[in-house]
């Protein structure tokens, strides 16, 4: 017994020593926690403390604790790559105990989160679905609603509208099943984002007013600074743009406390557009420049957005080396972070800053990566409509034949079972045909089931044709405006300012030309635009015409008083190939001078444009056309009247194009009328 008492006593103390370690780290790790977004040099320390204490015991909770602890200090200091390792450690250290599951899911989501702030998608749903797993192992409903909101994110950012809104929607009703007011307050502020980007018909500013008060409520700082972003930019579209800055200084002062570096660089990029909207470059320029220096010390992920707006600013003052600078500096990061968007924009304006300082030879350069860029980004988004329809297609398709297979199969066991009981009972025999005649009935409608599916299987693909045939209209007719004798012939012309040092004339076509350019491939994206938008594009187009003609051309575009041209639609893409065809081969070969008029008229029912030229007429035209060696044909001709048979599939009230050959009182060709009737009830 007396050899047992001091071993007994030594059990103690050791028991007692470790209690104190853990109260001792438990103790530091709140300090930290703390102090994490306040004080890097004290952070740091504390950090280094528990790590001392922590290589003297084995106290898994505590070790986790200042893992993820340290992370948020790297995360507030904007070094997102550093903190994902630590937040990962945090997550696989968790994971060996059991009793730490929910503070590995929380973990692996703050991983998740962070990768989806860097653009690594693919990284930051591995890690949220890590999260989920987790969560739904264990029940946290918490974790499960941070998971949802982080993944609708990345759907949002990769175009994935309306599953981004669907898994909002999902987090939203799991935090009010379960009274989660930072959850529901969350899914709100996304939800919000989605309706503000892509659906401003759907934005409420009275609903922004009243999550702002909730979050304020609940006190929610961060989603506080999101409702007043949201609101800041809304009054700034709106012009009130004394309340816009309010807006975002609010923002500023709760930032104060929150000490969020990506935050304060969203706040500022806020401000600078506000800013700018009122004409106040200057300023908005020096917080543009402020966040661009915060947003440098971490990721960047904003980079390319904050350089492209401050070369908007140097642009509208005319500081056109520093316009150059941000644009390329733009350009950088763009192809750093990979967003083809933001790269063609900067592209765009880096060539009006090179225009600005009188390069035109780079400034044309810039401009074609302009237009490559442009064409890239709506050849994949064509490219990607495309494949969808045709995997829709194909899926419907083995869905209805795998349904016809399963029917058969059906009709073919009630035949069997039919044979199997033919030689019962009077009795039974009468139950057979009975039900035999029922079954015949049943094959009668499973067979006119079969002919329904199979007729309306034929129609969607029938329109899936139509539809494929539509958007290869759609590039023909780009195509044709865009043909190279038109390009050509504009850029020699600009070519021969520069060459006379005509610098302010190469300057304006150039400028005028890389406009046309943006409208055509803006113009193919959408099934239609505005008279005043059809308007614009013509005239743009016939002010390059006429450097061709050398200033024997006159040409008019009339609008008629009755007519609103910014509510009037008509099908994009639709009247300047006509008007190619009256300059090419209407006023290109007559003498003297050529006038051509454009006039849009209309009444309550139909929108009517009128392409007349005083040209040499069809016949003469031909002629001249049949001399040529091959099979002369107009293209963009051909390819207009391809679409608008398209366009006229399955409408009641079809759009029509009459040609009319003009006859002087002596029976001479006195030139083209083109007549093209729009029905108002089939584009607006």
Request: aromatic share 8%.
């Amino acid at each position: 017994m007396n050899r047992l008492l001091p071993f007994l006593l030594l059990v103690i103390c050791m028991q007692v020593s470790f209690g104190q370690q853990k109260s001792q780290i438990d103790s530091l790790n709140l300090i930290l926690n703390d102090s994490a977004c306040t004080n890097e040099l004290y952070s740091r320390e504390v950090f280094r403390t528990i790590l001392d204490k922590l290589s003297d015991t084995s106290y898994t909770e505590g070790h986790v604790s200042a893992l993820k602890n340290y992370g948020t200090m790297l995360y507030c200091l904007g070094k997102s790559d550093s903190a994902i390792l630590f937040y990962r450690s945090g997550a696989e250290t968790a994971l060996t105990n059991t009793n730490l599951l929910s503070l590995a899911g929380k973990l692996y989501n703050n991983v998740g989160y962070l990768y989806q702030m860097n653009g690594e998608y693919d990284s930051s749903i591995t890690n949220f679905n890590k999260a989920l797993n987790i969560a739904i192992s264990i029940d946290d409903v918490l974790i499960q609603g941070a998971v949802y909101t982080g993944i609708g994110i990345v759907q949002q950012q990769t175009g994935q509208l309306d599953s981004a809104l669907a898994t909002y929607l999902k987090a939203y009703k799991l935090a009010e099943t379960n009274d989660l007011p930072q959850l529901k307050v969350l899914a709100m502020v996304n939800i919000a984002t989605i309706h503000y980007d892509h659906f401003p018909e759907r934005v409420d500013v009275n609903a922004l007013h009243e999550n702002l008060k909730f979050a304020t409520e609940i006190g929610d700082l961060r989603h506080q600074i999101s409702f007043l972003e949201f609101l800041g930019y809304i009054a700034s579209d709106s012009s009130d743009h004394k309340q816009a800055i309010d807006y975002f200084n609010q923002a500023i002062l709760v930032n104060k406390e929150l000490k969020d570096q990506n935050a304060q660089v969203l706040i500022l990029q806020g401000l600078g557009y506000a800013h700018t909207n009122q004409g106040n470059y200057e300023e908005s320029a020096k917080f543009l420049e402020e966040a661009i220096q915060i947003a440098s010390q971490g990721s960047g992920a904003n980079l390319p957005r904050l350089y492209l707006d401050n070369t908007i600013n140097y642009l509208r003052m005319e500081a056109y080396d520093l316009a150059e600078k941000s644009a390329r500096r733009s350009i950088e990061e763009a192809e750093r972070m990979k967003n083809s968007e933001y790269l063609a924009q900067a592209y765009k304006r880096l060539a009006e800053a090179l225009n600005g300082k009188g390069e035109f030879a780079q400034a044309y350069l810039a401009q074609l990566e302009h237009s490559e860029r442009s064409k890239e980004i709506l050849d994949a988004t064509k490219s990607k409509q495309l494949t969808e329809m045709e995997t829709k297609y194909e899926t419907e398709k083995k869905e209805a034949a795998i349904a016809s297979l399963s029917k058969e199969a059906q009709i073919q066991n009630l035949k069997l079972e039919k044979q199997r009981y033919g030689l019962v009972s009077l009795a039974v025999l009468i139950a057979i045909i009975i039900g035999g005649s029922v079954l015949g009935y049943r094959q009668y409608q499973l067979k006119q089931e079969r002919n329904l599916k199979d007729l309306e299987l034929s129609e969607t693909k029938k329109r899936l044709e139509i539809e494929q045939q539509y958007r290869k209209s759609e590039l023909k007719a780009l195509r044709s405006q865009m043909n190279p004798h038109f390009v050509f012939n504009a850029l020699n012309s600009i070519q021969e300012y520069i060459m006379l040092n005509e610098k302010k004339l190469a300057g304006k076509y150039l400028g005028k030309f890389a406009d046309l350019m943006r409208t055509y491939l803006n113009h193919s994206q959408q099934k239609s635009v505005t008279v005043q938008e059809e308007v614009d594009a013509l005239k743009l187009y016939l002010e390059l015409e006429k450097l061709r003609f050398e200033d024997e051309l006159i040409a008019e575009v009339n609008v008629s008083p009755t007519l609103d041209p910014h509510l009037t639609e008509l099908p994009a893409l639709l009247v300047q190939p006509f008007v190619e065809n009256a300059l090419k081969h209407g006023l290109l070969h007559k003498k003297g001078l050529r006038r051509l008029e454009l006039t849009f008229e209309g009444d309550q029912e139909n929108l009517r444009v009128l392409v007349r030229d005083n040209g040499i007429g069809r016949e003469a035209s031909q002629k001249i056309n049949s001399r040529k060696p091959g099979n002369h044909k107009s293209y963009a001709t051909g390819a207009i009247q391809e679409r608008i048979d398209l366009i006229n599939f399955g409408l009641k009230n079809p759009l029509a194009v009459d040609i009319q050959d003009l006859k002087t009182s002596d029976g001479l060709a006195d030139g083209t009328l083109v007549t093209i009737t729009v029905p108002l009830d089939a584009f607006g």
